[in-house]
């Protein structure tokens, strides 16, 4: 009888075990994405932080310009002309005269 009680201690045992280290490999997943994910977010921030207008040219500073409710980016040290997703559809969107005043105005002419 002895024997019968002991590997039924075992297999319970075995199987709470296994319920123990499955709970714990899955608290260990969850605690390495939320690590990575985090890792991941402040990583993306001091890229941004390092690169929030600069110039992708020369890397000086960016300074932001209305013209003709169009806002680009002009840089400080090589007068490169940056625009924004969607900018350059609202150029094109405008009356050829517009158009051309914006350009002109761009290049300062």
């Given at each position: 009888m002895d024997d019968i009680d002991s590997r039924r201690e075992d297999q319970w045992f075995r199987?709470?075990?296994k319920e123990l280290?499955?709970?714990a490999q899955k608290a260990r997943a969850a605690r390495e994405a939320e690590r990575t994910?985090?890792?991941a977010t402040e990583v993306l921030a001091e890229r941004k932080a390092q690169h929030f207008m600069k110039c992708?040219?020369?890397g000086h500073d960016l300074v932001e310009?209305?013209?003709e409710g169009v806002?680009?980016?002009r840089?400080?040290?090589c007068e490169g002309v940056y625009l924004d997703a969607g900018e350059l559809d609202r150029?094109?969107?405008k009356k050829v005269e517009e158009r051309r005043s914006f350009f002109r105005r761009l290049v300062r002419i």
């Open positions: 199987a709470n075990e280290i499955e709970a994910a985090r890792e992708p040219k020369c310009e209305e013209l806002r680009v980016d840089c400080t040290f150029v094109a969107l």
